[in-house]
Structure formats: C-alpha cells, structure tokens
C-alpha cells in the first residue's frame, strides 16, 4: 500500500520560508492520514479522503483558500478516476461548494458522469451538498491587488495503491486567479487525472499546458506498454519542451513504484512508501 500526494507549485503561495514550513508539515500531516486511511478503505476511497483533506486546508488552492477568477467568483473543478473500473467522473467550474472531489465521487455512479457549471450546482444541491463559501481574507486581498501570474498555480491531487493492487487518482483545484470565466483547466479532465489497472497519475501547473500535452493519459498509456513510470514521466515531459510546459506530476504503478517530477521549479508534495518523505 503506497501514497503520493502533491498541493500545487510552491510559488502558488509565495517563497518565504514561513510558508514552505507551513505546506511541509501540512502535506506530512495530511499524507499520514491519508496512509492510515488506506489501511482499510479502497485506493479510490482514499484518494478522495485524502483531497478533501487538501481541499480543506486554506494553504492549498482547492475547495477553501481558492483563487478568485476575473469577474469575482470562485469556480471549483475536480474530478476522479478508479484505475479498477476505468470510470472517470468530475465537475468543472462548479461554484459555492465546500469539497468538489466528493461531488466527483458522487458522479462515479452517475450515468452522466461529467457536469459543469450551473448543472454541477443544481446536482450539487439535490444530493445533498449545501451551500459553501470557500473564499479565504488571503485570497480576496490577492484578487483585490492583481498579484502577479507567477503566483497563481495551484492545484491538489492524490494517486493511491490500496492492498487489493488497485490503483486511483484525484485532483481539484481552484484555478489559476483572475481566469476568464468558463476557462477549463486541465483538472477535471483525463489530461490531468487518469489511472488504470497499471498506473496512476495527477498533475498540476498550467493546465493550458496539462491538456496539450495530454499528460496524465500519455504516461499512463506508455506505462501500460511497458516503459517504466520515470521513463514515460521523462519522456512526455520531453515533448512539452517546445511551448515550455509548466506541469508536474505524482504517479504510482501496480507494481509500487513511486515517482514525482516537474518541468519547473517546485512543485510541494509529499509520499508514504514505507515512511514520510516531503519536498525540502
């Protein structure tokens, strides 16, 4: 049984040593939780266990403490994918919800398994999801004074292998700040979340870039044919060289292995495979 999970790049909440303290000891805690978890639920239970846990903390940007897009909402995207019965299920710019990734989960048994926007909310609230205000002081005075793009990147995620051998992946996010409204990030699609039976992947960065590049389903496929996870990671995050892609991943295969990466410095993550390991 292994775990990865990652919250964004760093330079999504600033570079001050406060602030990296302050993820590192959040993912730390919220990978333990996340291990325990695992211990007795499914891969697909816990990786959304664990990005509501994501979700909830004000340091990440998904579900509370999420960028404010250019007309002054916050639009939520997440989505799920169970690598055992290849069912993806996810909600695109859904607003006024506390944890998107259990609207996702919802979906899975959903015969219309993707929603967006006005669709996602009215789904939302007849299943039980009440109204939520997930805006944060931080993130309206951040929208108020325009900070600059280099901040605004940020997403969570989580890719599980439970004790059956199964795999599964989830990620949320709250986009980038400022978007346009009606911008698809890469999220809450397959380009960056997608597992199978041989490997799990889910991405953050410019999901401009995610969804070029076809990331998530790329890996995965290549693991599928028999490349190793750090070959396919290298060799996808190759091809993104030419539009300089902005994307990092966390990954697991069935057969344990464990692998992070990314195109630009840092993204914040942090694994149990037989102990805690976190960014430094």
């Not at 891969?43 to 903390?57: D, G």
């Not at 994918?81 to 290849?86: A, P, Y």
């Not at 999801?129 to 108020?144: G, H, I, L, S, W």
């Not at 290549?222 to 190793?228: A, E, F, L, N, Y």
């Amino acid at each position: 049984m292994k775990i990865i999970i990652h919250g964004g790049f760093f330079s999504e909440s600033g570079t001050n040593q406060e602030v990296k303290h302050a993820k590192q000891e959040a993912l730390k805690q919220i990978v333990q939780q996340g291990y325990d978890y695992l211990q007795t639920h499914t891969a697909t239970e816990t990786v959304v266990y664990t990005v509501s846990l994501l979700e909830n903390n004000e340091l990440f940007n998904a579900g509370t403490g999420s960028q404010i897009q250019s007309d002054g909402c916050i639009r939520l995207s997440a989505s799920l994918m169970d690598g055992r019965t290849l069912k993806f299920s996810g909600v695109i710019n859904v607003e006024e919800v506390k944890n998107p990734i259990l609207i996702a989960q919802k979906l899975q048994a959903a015969e219309d398994k993707v929603l967006s926007g006005k669709g996602a909310q009215q789904y939302a609230r007849e299943n039980g999801f009440d109204y939520y205000n997930p805006e944060t002081p931080q993130r309206r005075q951040e929208y108020e004074t325009k900070l600059n793009d280099s901040i605004r990147l940020g997403t969570v995620g989580c890719v599980a292998l439970d004790a059956d051998g199964n795999l599964a992946a989830a990620t949320s996010t709250g986009g980038k700040g400022f978007e346009m409204p009606g911008r698809v990030s890469d999220s809450a699609t397959v380009a960056g979340n997608y597992a199978n039976g041989v490997a799990a992947i889910s991405c953050t960065g410019v999901g401009e870039d995610i969804v070029s590049g076809g990331v998530a389903t790329k890996i995965v496929t290549r693991v599928s044919d028999g490349m190793t996870l750090q070959r396919a990671t290298e060799k996808t995050l190759t091809e993104m060289k030419p539009f300089d892609g902005f994307v990092g991943i966390i990954g697991l295969t069935a057969a344990g292995d464990v692998y992070y990466a990314d195109t630009h410095p840092y993204m914040v993550w942090a694994s149990y495979d037989e102990n805690i390991k976190v960014f430094s």
